[in-house]
């Protein structure tokens, strides 16, 4: 019987327990099994690095919610993205990469993978016939963050993967800011999803972790293998919050995109604010592709404020209900300065995003709450 999103974010990988009966899958705090025999395991688990139970029941439901063949829990969206290029790249291979992407991307390229051999370019990604320009002969990987961070560009998917596949390169899609519930970047052509699941997936900012969900088993497989030979595995009580957060995934993300149109509208009209950031709104130039494959706009909003630099750190300092802080997709709504913040490690690289920049992550807080919040912010 087919399933929607929702009764598949509460079910996957959770049946109820077969001793207990328990309706949540309970956390295995544990390092080591023990074996019926040299090599005889229960359940094909030995040493929690390789294999644990809850960390395997969050991978079945990551899969399944992004209607991949396997999922990969890690300790962090950049180990995440750190095991998947390991595992597909070799030295000297290159990889396109967006040129408004998340600066703790950009850093894991620039400062660390260039030391092992990786060549990138950075390109504008919503413009495929750019991509197809900076293809190499030695292009393994087209990565892709849609809509990005911070500056929210929308790439079509399927139009990537097409051109990424052409050239013999995997489409590597961080699904982090649309999540499963709104974007199903494998059914467009991608062949691995990333997650930063700190983000929406967990959703309540009391997490770190990452993800990983392939297109095919082969791919699956060898991701598997670098995931226990790196071993940046997600530990059993995170992996348990992680699980626990996907169950509200659908119903959070709604609340989350009504609260952002709100913002938006109130922005937009606001005599103080040069410029909204945000999917939705009919003048951005990726609206049309993204109401073509995403199910809503989310809950992140950027703006560029009147004033410069100093007016938009101001802006964020004043705020009462959205928190000054890093991170993203929890429940409380957060206001930052990427700048300054998230985005510090991209300074003086053409990656640099704009002084007068601002970032949200819109909660679930009331959006008359959050509309006053910004208006007095203002003031």
């Avoid at 999922?71 to 750190?82: K, Q, R, T, V």
């Avoid at 300092?317 to 997709?329: K, M, V």
């Avoid at 990427?338 to 690289?349: E, L």
Wanted: net charge negative.
């Amino acid at each position: 019987m087919t399933q929607e999103f929702e009764t598949i974010a509460l079910h996957a990988g959770q049946d109820p327990d077969p001793q207990t009966g328990a309706v949540v899958p309970p956390i295995h705090q544990v390092s080591t099994f023990k074996q019926d025999g040299v090599g005889g395991l229960r359940g094909g688990y030995e040493y929690s690095r390789s294999a644990n139970p809850t960390r395997s029941a969050l991978e079945e439901c990551l899969a399944a919610i992004e209607g991949g063949t396997r999922g990969l829990a890690f300790a962090s969206g950049l180990a995440a993205e750190d095991t998947l290029l390991r595992a597909v790249c070799k030295p000297g291979d290159h990889v396109v990469i967006p040129n408004d992407a998340y600066g703790g991307t950009y850093r894991l390229f620039a400062q660390v993978l260039t030391r092992w051999g990786l060549e990138y370019t950075p390109v504008a990604l919503s413009d495929s016939d750019a991509v197809r320009a900076a293809l190499r002969p030695n292009t393994t990987v087209v990565w892709v963050e849609t809509p990005t961070n911070p500056l929210l560009s929308i790439a079509d998917i399927a139009a990537l993967a097409s051109v990424a596949h052409e050239a013999g390169a995997l489409l590597v899609v961080d699904n982090t800011f649309a999540s499963p519930y709104l974007q199903q970047p494998l059914s467009l052509g991608a062949d691995v999803v990333v997650h930063s699941t700190t983000k929406y997936l967990g959703g309540h900012s009391d997490v770190v972790g990452g993800a990983l969900v392939a297109s095919n088993s082969e791919l699956g497989d060898q991701l598997a293998y670098y995931q226990n030979a790196m071993g940046a595995v997600s530990g059993p009580f995170d992996a348990w919050l992680v699980l626990r957060g996907i169950k509200t995934l659908a119903v959070r993300m709604d609340r989350h995109g009504e609260n952002a149109a709100a913002v938006v509208d109130m922005l937009a009209s606001h005599p103080r604010v040069r410029r909204v950031l945000y999917p939705g709104l009919p003048e951005h130039p990726g609206h049309d592709i993204a109401a073509k494959q995403m199910r809503g706009f989310g809950g992140m909003v950027s703006f560029q404020v009147e004033g410069g630099e100093d007016a938009a750190v101001a802006l964020v300092n004043r705020t009462e209900i959205f928190t000054l802080a890093e991170s993203l997709g929890g429940v409380e709504s957060l206001i930052e300065h990427p700048g300054r913040m998230t985005h510090a490690s991209v300074a003086g690289s053409p990656l640099e995003v704009p002084g007068d920049l601002i970032r949200l992550s819109v909660g679930l807080e009331h959006s008359h709450d959050l509309v006053a919040d910004l208006q007095q912010a203002f003031r």
